[in-house]
């Protein structure tokens, strides 16, 4: 049984279908669904989702839940107890930083930044990653060899071109490391796993107002392979408090993208010439 948050679209969406193609139990979770769209009027629900990974072969259990909020969680973590044996895995993709974002300003120097931008960042990004983990780790560990996947942006160390953003992941990061330690002697992984610049909605909406180059980019499918991959590695707790790549993990695993390639790790330059411009203190618009 495996728990997929921000499932509604996306790298989440891909997630679970690929789960579900699998053979796992794919709990999708998310605020957005067919009775409740998203605010952005962005396409995608856990419903959808749903339907999608019955269409693949899998089994799937549409749950709303908004990871930012206790009381949501609280629900999700009865539901599950009452309703299925086990918890073997938690992947946390949900991550609301991006809304209320004036995305035109995203490289903007932080003393130009809206604050509010800092509060969504962490209260829809980091939170829903460290309240959900903490909210599902016991049914992990009553499982006797779970795994916590944090999906997190990064570039091998390189700034990611917001103060906010860079923060909020490289917190990911460190809190993915903290876990480690405290789960590995219960036999529970925490690993977080960089994907590379993936087609997303979102991403592909930006590209259909200002076109820039998709050669670089993957397909959210191929994340979705690695976290099959890692699930399903009877020694993932080696990997416990790693910051693992996609394109790396292609290698040694032997999965590919929807097209057969598989895309190496995603590096800054390639993002600098996806976007082919910079602002007016020469940084990346991407």
Known sequence: MAVVTGASRGAGKAIAIELGRAGWTVIATARSTRLVPSREGISGTIDDTAESIEAAGGSAVPIRCDHSKEEDLAALEKRIREEFPSLDLLVNSAWGGYEEHDLEGFTRPFWEQPTHHWERMFTAGVRPTLLTSARLAPL??????????????WLEGDYLGNLYYDTAKSAIIRMTEGMARELRSQRVAAIALVPGFM?????????????????????????????????????????????????????VYGFTDVDGTQPPRFRSGELEKAYGVTDARGNSTG
Request: with cysteine; charged share 20%; hydrophobic share 45%.
């Open 140 to 153: 992990l560990m009553a499982s006797g060899r779970g795994c916590v996947i944090n999906i997190v942006a």
């Open 199 to 251: 087609r997303t909605e979102r991403v592909m909406a930006s590209h259909a107002v200002h076109p820039f180059d998709l050669a670089a980019t993957e397909s959210p499918t191929y994340l979705g392979r690695a976290v099959v991959a890692l699930a399903g590695d009877p020694d993932v707790l080696s990997e416990s408090g790693r910051l693992l790549y996609v394109g790396d993990l292609a290698k």
